[in-house]
Each structure stands twice: as structure tokens, then as C-alpha cells.
């Protein structure tokens, strides 16, 4: 891979590990090697790209105040340390980028919110939003309420599964080893470096090794991740993190194992809409609407003649034409009796009939396939 395909990317997604970004012994943030990706994340923000930091670090910072370094916690010591370390890790990354001009927000994210689809839709129009207005989220598991039925327990997937849900093009996971090994290189001298993947076939999966080998953030999160990436169109790299400025290494040629999709995000998403995701209503829309839908658009709420079913902000369902023929599929942006109230009627006027201001289509074409 080339360093254009760092450069050129739309939205990138930097992963980074606790280990990369925080002292074991004295549990202090390493500062130096913050203030120098932050200079590659600066750079990268003036090129114009859409950034995203996933990052870990929130409960080894807090163990120090709260007296807990070197000890094994439970569950709530852990939520305990992670409520009180997320805070100063935010402040960090904002001292640091705030340098560059750059303005820094904090999303907290648990399982629920990547498959609840209703939470899935706000957390991704959240992060469109600060994404267009040039802002950097900086995202984190959200350690103070997930349980440990519920937790990603790393990461790694957690940066996946951001990726699939703001339609990121590449992510960059920085590890402390410098990609994809035939062998584990620490205990086998022949391992060879995999340069790239364009499928995780069983043999890849068998190159991760099992948990209780490399924990819970080792290889096969890290592979698992590269699956959820490669499904919805999003490039992945494994890169090594130690080096100061590694993401400027990784375009200049740095070592590391790039997943490969077969399809770009756009296409991925449209994919899964299409072939996974069940209707749970039908909405029957005017002449100049399937006109509109076929040529690319958004559906407003001016077109809707007809709504049945009873579903949610965030369900699936079908547009069909006057006759009958279906013409699209496609995730609502609300509820089906507040179509029921603003249908027909303009865009601007959906505050005064619904008393809140909601998105302007009923179906964002992002979230929209035609013919389906």
C-alpha cells in the first residue's frame, strides 16, 4: 500500500492502546509520544481529512488518584478508576491538540449503542455532526456503566465497530508488534511479516492465536476487528505504535499488515440495507418522489402519501410507488406516527407539527437503496 492511501482517506480512525499512551510503573500518561502523534493528527486534520481517536487509557490514568496502582480490581474498581481517569485523558488529548487549533470532544460508547439501532443512529448523527464542524472525537468504551456481560472488553473492536458506524474508510490500529505474523515472531524465528489480507480465511483467524495467548486487546481482537471493518468496506491497518510520530512512519512506508475489503463503505452499508436488515413498515410516496428517489435523493416528507406499520426511528422499511411497485428500502429518521402527522408537508415545517426540530428527510439517501 502506498502512502496515499493514509493521505487520501476520507475519515480515518487512530486506535490507540493503553500500553502506547500510559507508564506502567508510575501509571503517568507518556506525554512526549501524545504531543508527537498529536502532531500527526494534526497534520492530517489540516489536509483536510475527517479524524476519529479511539483510545484506551482511562483506567490506568485513574488508578494512581484513587490508590489503586499494582492492585487486581473487580469489576467496580475498574468503573470506579475509569470514571475518574477519563476525565484527565480527555483534558490531555484537548491541552494537546487545543496547540494545533483543534477542537476536541468526548463520546463515551458501549456495545448497546453500536446494536441498538435507535442509539446507533444518534451516536452516528453525532459524530457526523462533529465531524463536519471539524471537530476531533475523541471516543472511549464507556468503562463507568458497561457490565462484563456487555463489554467489548477491548478496543480494538470498538474502533470496528465506530468505523462501520460513521462509514470511515481506513482505520489504523497502533500495537506494540508491527502487524500480522505467520507465528508469534517473539518465540519463533520463522514467523514471517503478512504485508496484506484480502480475506479472513480460517488460516488468517489461525494466525491470532487464541485470547489466553495474547489477552484480551492481542492478535485475534485485533483480526475479529479487521473483519467488522472488512464487511463494511473500511480498509485496516496494523501498525507498530512505540516510535515517536507513527503515523507519519506508516506514510512514509513503515512495516505493517494492511486488511483489504472488497467493497468501499458507501457500498458496504448499501449492502447490508438491502440483504440483512428486516421492514417493519411501508411508506407510499407520490410520482415526483420516486422520481426524486431514482435519481439519487432523499425522500422528504413532502412526497409521503401513505404510512402502515408500526415502527421506530432507526427501522427499516419499504417505499413503494402509488401502485404498489416497491421502489426502495431504507432506515427511517422517525417514528411512523410522527410521519403520519408531518407527511405531505414541506421540510421547515416539521418543528411546527412535531414541536422538535428532526432531520429534514424522512430517509437520509445515505440510508436509502433503490431497487431493493
Known amino acids: 500500500m502506498s502512502a496515499a492511501t493514509i493521505t487520501k482517506a476520507k475519515r480515518l480512525i487512530v486506535k490507540i492502546g493503553s500500553a502506547l499512551l500510559v ?11 501524545l504531543d508527537a502523534i498529536c ?3 494534526a497534520e492530517a486534520h489540516a489536509r483536510g481529512q475527517e479524524i476519529v481517536i479511539v483510545t484506551s487509557g482511562a483506567i490506568a490514568i485513574g488508578r494512581g488518584p484513587l490508590g489503586m496502582r499494582g492492585k487486581k480490581l473487580r469489576l467496580e474498581e475498574k468503573q470506579a478508576c475509569a470514571a475518574t481517569g477519563q476525565m484527565r485523558l480527555t483534558q490531555a488529548y484537548q491541552n494537546t491538540l487545543d496547540r494545533h487549533g483543534i477542537t476536541v470532544a468526548q463520546v463515551l460508547i458501549t456495545l448497546d449503542d453500536t446494536e441498538d439501532r435507535r442509539r446507533y ?8 455532526t462533529l465531524l463536519k464542524l471539524r ?10 456503566v ?3 456481560e456487555i463489554r467489548f472488553g477491548d478496543n480494538d473492536r470498538l474502533a470496528a465497530r465506530v468505523a462501520q458506524m460513521i462509514s470511515a474508510d481506513t482505520l489504523v490500529l ?3 508488534i508491527d502487524g500480522l505474523y505467520t507465528a508469534d515472531p517473539r ?9 496484506e489480507v484480502r480475506d479472513v480465511t480460517p488460516e488468517i483467524e489461525a494466525m491470532g492465536g487464541t485470547p489466553s495467548e495474547h489477552g484480551s486487546g492481542g492478535m485475534i481482537t485485533k483480526i475479529m476487528a479487521a473483519k467488522i471493518c472488512m464487511g463494511a468496506g473500511c480498509r485496516m491497518a496494523i501498525a507498530p505504535g512505540r516510535q515517536m510520530r507513527p503515523l507519519k512512519a506508516l506514510i512514509e512506508g513503515g512495516r505493517c499488515t494492511w486488511f483489504l475489503p472488497a467493497a468501499e463503505p458507501r457500498a458496504a452499508r448499501k449492502s447490508w440495507i438491502a440483504g440483512s436488515v428486516q421492514t417493519l413498515g411501508v411508506i407510499t410516496v407520490d410520482d415526483g418522489a420516486v422520481n426524486a428517489l431514482k435519481n439519487g435523493k432523499s425522500l422528504l416528507p413532502a412526497g409521503v ?14 417505499v413503494t410507488a402509488k401502485d404498489g411497485t416497491v421502489i426502495a428500502k431504507g432506515l427511517s429518521a422517525y417514528a411512523a406516527e410522527d410521519i403520519r402527522a408531518i407527511k405531505g408537508h414541506k421540510s421547515d415545517a416539521i418543528e411546527k407539527v412535531l414541536g422538535y426540530r428532526g432531520r429534514s428527510e424522512i430517509i437520509h439517501r445515505d440510508d436509502l437503496v433503490v431497487g431493493a
Open 305 to 318: 402519501m401513505e404510512v402502515s406499520g408500526d415502527f421506530e426511528r432507526g427501522d427499516a422499511i419499504q
Open 121 to 128: 443512529l444518534n451516536a452516528r448523527n453525532t459524530l457526523d
Open 23 to 33: 507508564d506502567d510503573e508510575s501509571g503517568k500518561l507518556h506525554q512526549a509520544w
Open 135 to 144: 471537530a476531533v472525537p475523541v471516543i472511549n468504551e464507556n468503562d463507568s
Open 187 to 195: 518465540s519463533n524465528p520463522d514467523a514471517k511479516l503478512v504485508p
Open 146 to 148: 458497561a457490565t462484563a
Open 174 to 176: 497502533f500495537s506494540d
Open 39 to 41: 502532531e500527526d493528527i
